[in-house]
Every structure is written in structure tokens, then in C-alpha cells.
């Protein structure tokens, strides 16, 4: 089998689960077809290499967490959407729409770099030490950012007093 027909048969199911890594990394759908493309692109082109690296996958997500921040580092980047600029996203129906949207919501609240550790644990499925190898920082650094974003989730998630119904 040649190295583009390989390349095809691992990217291609792949691509949707990139597409929303990428946009839980940078909440922006367009922005993240457009990361998943240069991350296509840079891989394909070390993809000669690929016997070398430990987790492919591992090594896509570290990828696509570096893209969004050279992204944000672009001057014009640096404008905000408005929340009517985003989309949904794709498929899964009314409640799986609504807790992606919740979900969208408390990860917003997140700075950048607790977003990225939470959805390269949790959402990728990557260890503490993959992560920490990703970003380019400590193995204490995740887990602290770890700790502390999962903190400030629960605490966004948890019901207000004036919220809950008295019985």
C-alpha cells in the first residue's frame, strides 16, 4: 500500500474527532477546519516519519493544541466573534446539541490553557504525561490545571440556590 493510501485510511476516520478537538481547543468552527487542514497538511508531509512516533494520535492532538496557539499569536487573529458567529456543530440531535452548547459555555470561561489540558485529558483521552509533552509543560503543571479546571466546571455546572425548586 503507498504512504498517500495509508495516510487516507488512518486520517479519514479520524477527521470529525479532529474537527471537534480542534474546536473545543479554539470555539470557532471555521477556524477549526482550517487548523485540522494545516495539521492534515503538516502531517502529511512528515508522514514518512510515522514509524518513529510513539501515539500517532497523541501526536496529532499535540499538533492541533500547538496550531491554535500559533493561530492566536497571528495579529489578525486577535478579533472576537460575536456568539451568533458560531455554530452548533454536527449531528446527535436536540440534547446532544444543547449539551454541546452548555459544555461550549463552561469551557469559555476557561483561560486557554486549562481549556487545552481539559480537552487533551478528557476529550482526547491522552495522559497526564502525553499532555504535559504536548504543551511543553510540566507534568505538575497539568495536573494542577487539571484540578483547577475541573474545579471551576463544577462549580459553573452546580445549580444556584435560586434556581432549585423548594419542595
Sequence with gaps: MSDEAEFRDYAGPRMA???RTAYLLCRDWHLADDLVATVLDKLFRQWHRREAIRSLDAYVGGMLARAVVDEHRRPWRREHLDDGDRDVGVGGGLDAAVERLTLDTYLAQL??????VLVLRFYCDLSVEETAEILGVSIG?????TARGLETLRALAAPTTSTVRQA
Design 17 to 19: 474527532t479532529w474537527r
Design 111 to 116: 483561560g486557554p490553557r486549562r481549556r487545552a
Design 141 to 145: 503543571t497539568v495536573k494542577s490545571q
